[in-house]
């Protein structure tokens, strides 16, 4: 039976051992706390670490551990040791990815030695992930840790279903390029079918990476990847609703909300719960507490910011620092404004249990949630979600992005100390019904999507993604596929050959003029011209002058400039269509204007025709200019009878009449063919492909949207069938 395979640095189920008796419970943290009733309901396994180094305690309790895990809680152990933990967790993910995707570039050191590590584990994790897959598995990646690990497993399951999900932001392309190793990270995560983002500026980010360092394009978030279509989508992660909207009935949590009400009963109440990290700008949240109470006086001895920070990575100097500075402001605020009968903060730097906490979210009247950055935050929705009488409000930082989904919040910028003051003071004057409205909108919000809805709908979008894949591979040149071409082939009596040169033929370069045959195409060439009944052609936009240069001592057939010009072997360039090249003086005046404000693009001009080449420009300039040309370009060519075709990074603009369709057409006429092949790579080939009878074979470069029956990878696959239907014919 198929299952779902959670993979995460760590399990749901967190591990403890003292003496020699192993202790299990639940994991703390959004991911292991919102998956966790998701896995519990499904057919699924979860890969992770179990927060036990395997150097400590001896390899029985380990065994044991593992067999637990196993048996118990539907958990696959991966082995993790101390050193592991500080290169890999500590190292690399903690003081290279965490600072960097938050934007803390200075905090950021590039050790390659952290690398090393990172890579390693990531093997490991995958190893550990392929012991238990099977092909119709899903496999649902989680985080920063694991980036490598989606490619690591399509790389041995190919047919495998494969999500990832990043729940910390993604940085813009000017942050991410920092990153020593930044391409092996987005081809890592391109293993997945699917990728998730809680909000659409981190995918947004990830797609301009992956275009600008990688060089693959993407068409409503769809990218084509080796011979892949890769989905990158956007899911805000949803809390388990149902559990913190009940938690006030419970009797544990009843008896300490009627002790907080005790305990404030004379003050507002605002809280701030976070866990000790310099990406959630508490330092700046108690300097925008200290100018509230500065701005508006009347609220000294009536407001009590209740702030919990929750420990965390003690051991790094950075969060040392970090909790000395949060800990003299609250001091330094404390001692100014505070009397014998009022003490402005109530500082815990310890967790709170989950009734404890709800029981908090109940009685506060705010909630202060100001990050410096955030991939969602789920205190913001978990205090809505507690509130049953939807009471309350929030101000809430517009770089979390929970922000994209609580619009009702009072939404600020987190480094505005004046600006959170003030919604500070609004949040705490927000009149009741103006309460019920905002948090009725948001609980609905909230109910509906939550952390059940969300994963199963990352679920389902990755079944249809991966639907969608099959259904692409079902028309790759498989080996029954290759078979039957190479059999048809060797059967007839008289073949035709139509092939395109770039892209197909020849890969792409920089510069069209550096993608020249070699010694190896020459050959294959010749050779199949030498068959009998085989008539080899290429037909291609290049002009007849570079046709010419590279082919002319073979015995082939070539076409130039998509079907301008012919030169059957043996003979001289003849015209194929009567065409006139006058309308070309209008044009390049402004290809020339794009070239100027376009660095690295250029103009090739061919007889009948003229092309704007754009592959070694910057890809969101080149986007823009390209759509700027195509504009101008329409207005110009209405009334010429010039049609304006994309290829790839390239835009040409040739006479209406002149396609690479009518002369695959005309050579088709020539005789009753037993076979008929054409293989081509982009939309210039299609009229080729269409043009054909249906008996024809034709196959695209590459996976796209195609006419073509089927397709291959790259120009190394042409050659190779090209290589086979050779042999197939002695």
Same mark, same amino acid.
């Given at each position: 039976?198929?299952?779902?395979?959670?993979?995460?640095?760590?399990?749901?189920?967190?591990?403890? *051992?003292?003496?020699?008796?192993?202790?299990?419970?639940?994991?703390?943290?959004?991911?292991?706390?919102?998956?966790?009733?998701?896995?519990?309901?499904?057919?699924?396994?979860?890969?992770?670490?179990?927060?036990?180094?395997?150097?400590?305690?001896?390899?029985?309790?380990?065994?044991?551990?593992?067999?637990?895990?196993?048996?118990?809680?539907?958990?696959?152990? *991966? %082995?993790?040791?101390?050193?592991?933990?500080?290169?890999?967790?500590?190292?690399?993910?903690?003081?290279?990815?965490?600072?960097?995707?938050?934007?803390?570039?200075?905090?950021?050191?590039?050790?390659?030695?952290?690398?090393?590590?990172?890579?390693?584990?990531?093997?490991?994790?995958?190893? !550990?992930?392929?012991?238990?897959?099977?092909?119709?598995?899903?496999?649902?990646?989680?985080?920063?840790?694991?980036?490598?690990?989606?490619?690591?497993?399509?790389?041995?399951?190919?047919?495998?279903?494969?999500?990832?999900?990043?729940?910390? $932001?993604?940085?813009?392309?000017?942050?991410?390029?920092?990153? $020593?190793?930044?391409?092996?990270? +987005?081809?890592?995560?391109?293993? !997945?079918?699917?990728?998730?983002?809680?909000?659409?500026?981190? =995918?947004?980010?990830?797609?301009?990476? *992956?275009?600008?360092?990688?060089?693959?394009?993407?068409?409503?978030?769809?990218?084509?990847?080796?011979?892949?279509?890769?989905?990158?989508?956007?899911?805000?992660?949803?809390?388990?609703?149902?559990?913190?909207?009940?938690?006030?009935?419970?009797?544990?949590?009843?008896?300490?909300?009627?002790? !907080?009400?005790?305990?404030?009963?004379?003050?507002?109440?605002?809280?701030?719960?976070?866990?000790?990290?310099?990406?959630?700008?508490?330092?700046?949240? +108690?300097?925008?507490?200290?100018?509230?109470?500065?701005?508006?006086?009347?609220?000294?001895?009536?407001?009590?910011?209740?702030?919990?920070?929750? $420990?965390?990575?003690?051991?790094?100097?950075?969060?040392?620092?970090?909790?000395?500075?949060?800990?003299?402001?609250?001091?330094?605020?404390?001692?100014?404004?505070?009397?014998?009968?009022?003490?402005?903060?109530?500082?815990?730097? /310890?967790?709170?249990?989950?009734?404890?906490?709800?029981?908090?979210?109940?009685?506060?009247? &705010?909630?202060? *949630?100001?990050?410096?950055?955030?991939?969602?935050? +789920?205190?913001?929705?978990?205090?809505?979600?507690?509130?049953?009488?939807?009471?309350?409000?929030?101000?809430?930082?517009?770089? =979390?992005?929970?922000?994209?989904?609580?619009?009702?919040?009072?939404?600020?910028?987190?480094?505005?100390?004046?600006?959170?003051?003030?919604?500070?003071?609004?949040?705490?004057?927000?009149?009741?019904?103006?309460?019920?409205?905002?948090?009725?909108?948001?609980?609905?919000?909230?109910?509906?999507?939550?952390?059940?809805?969300?994963?199963?709908?990352?679920?389902?979008? +990755?079944?249809?993604? &991966?639907?969608?894949?099959?259904?692409?591979?079902? /028309?790759?040149?498989?080996?029954?596929?290759?078979?039957?071409?190479?059999?048809?082939?060797?059967?007839?009596?008289?073949?035709?050959?139509?092939?395109?040169?770039?892209?197909?033929?020849? %890969?792409?370069?920089? /510069?069209?003029?550096?993608?020249?045959?070699?010694?190896?195409?020459?050959?294959?060439?010749?050779?199949?011209?030498?068959?009998?009944?085989?008539?080899?052609?290429?037909?291609?936009?290049?002009?007849?002058?570079?046709?010419?240069?590279?082919?002319? =001592?073979?015995?082939?057939?070539?076409?130039?400039?998509?079907?301008?010009?012919?030169?059957?072997?043996?003979?001289?360039?003849?015209?194929?269509?009567?065409?006139?090249?006058?309308?070309?003086?209008?044009?390049?005046?402004?290809?020339?204007?794009?070239?100027?404000?376009?660095?690295?693009?250029?103009?090739?001009?061919?007889?009948?025709?003229?092309?704007?080449?754009?592959?070694?420009?910057?890809?969101?300039?080149?986007?823009?200019?390209? %759509?700027?040309?195509?504009?101008?370009?329409?207005?110009?060519?209405?009334?010429?009878?010039?049609?304006?075709?994309?290829?790839?990074?390239?835009?040409?603009?040739?006479?209406?009449?002149?396609?690479?369709? /009518?002369?695959?057409?005309?050579?088709?006429?020539?005789?009753?063919?037993?076979?008929?092949?054409?293989?081509?790579?982009?939309?210039?080939?299609?009229?080729?492909?269409?043009?054909?009878?249906?008996? &024809?074979?034709?196959?695209?470069?590459? =996976?796209?949207?195609?006419?073509?029956?089927?397709?291959?990878?790259?120009?190394?696959?042409?050659?190779?069938?090209?290589?086979?239907?050779?042999? !197939?014919?002695?």
């Amino acid at each position: 039976m198929a299952k779902i395979i959670l993979v995460s640095n760590r399990l749901s189920t967190s591990v403890q *051992v003292e003496g020699e008796t192993p202790h299990f419970m639940p994991s703390l943290g959004g991911l292991a706390t919102g998956l966790s009733s998701f896995h519990s309901r499904e057919n699924s396994l979860w890969v992770g670490w179990s927060g036990v180094p395997s150097d400590h305690h001896t390899p029985e309790i380990h065994n044991e551990i593992s067999r637990r895990l196993k048996d118990e809680h539907k958990s696959v152990a *991966v %082995s993790l040791s101390s050193e592991d933990i500080d290169k890999f967790y500590l190292g690399f993910c903690n003081n290279i990815i965490w600072p960097l995707f938050h934007y803390f570039v200075t905090y950021v050191g590039y050790e390659n030695e952290l690398w090393n590590s990172y890579r390693e584990i990531n093997e490991r994790f995958a190893r !550990a992930v392929l012991e238990v897959a099977e092909p119709d598995d899903t496999i649902w990646v989680h985080d920063y840790q694991l980036m490598l690990v989606p490619q690591l497993i399509k790389d041995e399951l190919p047919d495998v279903k494969i999500g990832f999900f990043l729940h910390i $932001p993604f940085p813009s392309f000017e942050i991410f390029r920092l990153l $020593p190793w930044r391409e092996r990270l +987005l081809e890592g995560t391109l293993g !997945a079918d699917l990728i998730g983002f809680h909000t659409y500026d981190y =995918a947004r980010h990830y797609l301009s990476s *992956v275009r600008r360092l990688l060089g693959n394009e993407h068409h409503m978030a769809r990218i084509t990847h080796e011979d892949r279509i890769v989905q990158v989508d956007v899911f805000p992660m949803g809390i388990d609703y149902t559990k913190y909207h009940d938690s006030s009935l419970k009797p544990e949590v009843i008896q300490e909300i009627e002790d !907080a009400n005790a305990r404030f009963a004379e003050v507002k109440v605002v809280l701030s719960v976070d866990r000790l990290d310099y990406t959630k700008g508490i330092p700046q949240r +108690l300097r925008a507490f200290k100018r509230f109470l500065e701005a508006y006086p009347e609220y000294r001895a009536k407001v009590v910011l209740v702030m919990i920070v929750a $420990p965390s990575r003690v051991d790094v100097p950075q969060y040392r620092e970090l909790k000395r500075e949060i800990e003299e402001l609250v001091s330094t605020i404390n001692g100014s404004f505070g009397t014998i009968t009022w003490t402005p903060i109530q500082y815990f730097y /310890r967790s709170f249990g989950f009734d404890s906490l709800c029981a908090l979210y109940n009685r506060a009247d &705010a909630l202060l *949630v100001t990050p410096l950055r955030d991939g969602m935050n +789920l205190i913001a929705k978990e205090f809505v979600a507690a509130k049953r009488d939807y009471s309350g409000a929030i101000v809430l930082s517009e770089t =979390a992005g929970a922000a994209r989904e609580l619009g009702e919040a009072f939404v600020v910028n987190s480094s505005n100390i004046d600006e959170i003051a003030d919604s500070l003071k609004k949040a705490i004057e927000l009149p009741e019904d103006e309460q019920n409205r905002r948090n009725r909108r948001m609980h609905k919000r909230l109910k509906r999507y939550d952390i059940h809805y969300w994963a199963e709908d990352f679920v389902h979008k +990755l079944e249809l993604v &991966a639907d969608q894949h099959q259904g692409t591979l079902a /028309r790759k040149l498989s080996k029954d596929h290759r078979t039957n071409v190479i059999h048809a082939f060797s059967q007839a009596e008289n073949a035709l050959l139509l092939l395109d040169y770039d892209g197909t033929l020849v %890969s792409f370069t920089d /510069r069209p003029e550096q993608a020249v045959p070699d010694e190896a195409l020459y050959t294959t060439l010749r050779r199949l011209s030498e068959l009998p009944g085989v008539e080899p052609v290429i037909i291609s936009g290049r002009g007849k002058e570079f046709l010419e240069e590279h082919f002319g =001592a073979l015995p082939i057939n070539l076409v130039a400039g998509h079907g301008v010009w012919l030169r059957e072997r043996g003979n001289e360039w003849a015209l194929i269509e009567a065409v006139s090249n006058a309308w070309k003086e209008q044009i390049i005046p402004m290809l020339e204007l794009h070239v100027d404000r376009t660095p690295g693009s250029s103009v090739e001009e061919k007889e009948f025709s003229l092309a704007w080449h754009y592959r070694r420009c910057e890809p969101e300039l080149a986007a823009v200019r390209l %759509s700027e040309l195509k504009d101008s370009l329409l207005d110009l060519t209405s009334n010429l009878d010039l049609s304006i075709i994309e290829g790839h990074k390239v835009l040409e603009i040739k006479n209406s009449n002149i396609n690479k369709g /009518r002369a695959a057409g005309m050579w088709n006429s020539r005789k009753s063919w037993d076979f008929v092949a054409a293989i081509g790579d982009d939309h210039t080939d299609e009229d080729m492909f269409t043009v054909l009878p249906s008996t &024809a074979y034709t196959v695209r470069v590459g =996976a796209n949207v195609t006419a073509a029956d089927y397709f291959v990878d790259n120009p190394r696959e042409v050659r190779k069938l090209l290589g086979e239907l050779l042999d !197939a014919s002695g």
